[in-house]
């Protein structure tokens, strides 16, 4: 069935692979970057099926824009995919506020921007599907990861939150928690390292050198992600949560038995607190 879709972060990695299925498959797309010419060049069609848009997701009246033409344009709102993000590495001591801030900006309220620009119109017509793509590190966090899995565990519990306060009109919510993609992820253009870097923290330094040399032969293929979403997208009830990839899987796997563990290991401790 056709859909409309708007997907940012799309000239490059997961957001680009989906466009392209998505227009290979019949479907309309608005897909937003901070470069139109250089999305347009990475997808490569002038088809009337695609929107090009420049955005900047920071801002809060750039994306209302981009949202109010993609309705001009098509008519309506069926999926959106907020997929723009980028990694930041280094320890909370390291990373500046100025490092934190800009990486939630993309990852956090880039997302919430999305999302209050393109309610109204889903609320009014009782219908759509909002897919926010997070990271496993947003369940499972690992050494050298904090502010990127945080905004990535923010994504997730808005994700969860959103789902229940918008499931009376119809709308759908589904997070998704990908492990590692083939993508450009691991390299500059989408992943930065504290500029100022602590010599303390060799575990940490440990930890990006391990992640560094994953590129290139990370497990995800980008295609086959698009092909999920697809599926995704015309499922009556998708889930609202969705780890994506084996190496995902089976870490909240790990992470679920270490909670049930300091469930069972903390429960008189946890109980402690109630009136008695």
């Known amino acids: 069935m056709e859909k409309v879709w708007f997907v ?27 470069h139109a010419e250089a999305l347009s060049e990475a997808v490569g069609t002038s088809s009337d099926q695609f929107l090009p848009l420049q955005v900047d997701l920071a801002n809060e ?4 824009e981009a949202v109010q033409k993609t309705q001009e344009t098509f008519g309506t709102l069926d999926v959106i995919v907020n997929n723009a993000g980028y990694g930041i590495g280094g320890s909370i001591e390291e990373l500046t506020d100025a490092e934190t801030r800009t990486s939630f900006d993309v990852n956090v309220f880039g997302t919430l921007n999305v999302i209050r620009a393109v309610m109204p119109y ?22 050298g990861w ?7 565990f923010a994504v997730v519990g808005l994700s969860e939150v959103l789902a229940e306060d918008v499931k009376e009109f119809g709308i759908k919510v589904t997070v998704l928690e990908p492990g590692a993609f083939r993508t450009q992820f691991l390299t500059k253009e989408s992943l930065v390292f504290a500029q100022n870097p602590i010599e303390d923290y060799q575990a940490i330094r440990n930890s990006h050198a391990k992640y560094a040399a994953m590129d290139g032969v990370q497990q995800g ?48 401790l946890s109980f402690a607190t109630d009136f008695q």
């Open 221 to 268: 293929d980008p295609e086959r992600a698009a092909d999920v979403m697809l599926e995704l997208a015309a499922m009556e009830q998708p889930p609202v949560r969705l780890f994506m990839g084996s190496d995902a899987y089976r870490r909240a796997l790990q992470k679920l038995e270490i909670v049930r563990q300091d469930l069972e290991t903390y429960q008189n």
């Open 146 to 152: 904090a502010i990127y899995g945080a905004s990535k």
């Open 122 to 143: 889903l609320r009014q017509q009782r219908s759509g599907h909002i897919i926010n793509i997070a990271s496993i590190a947003g369940f499972a966090a690992n050494t």
């Open 61 to 64: 009246a750039s994306v209302r």
């Open 8 to 34: 940012t972060g799309a000239s490059k990695g997961l957001g680009l692979s989906l466009v392209k299925k998505l227009i290979a498959t019949g479907q309309r797309v608005a897909a937003t970057s901070r």
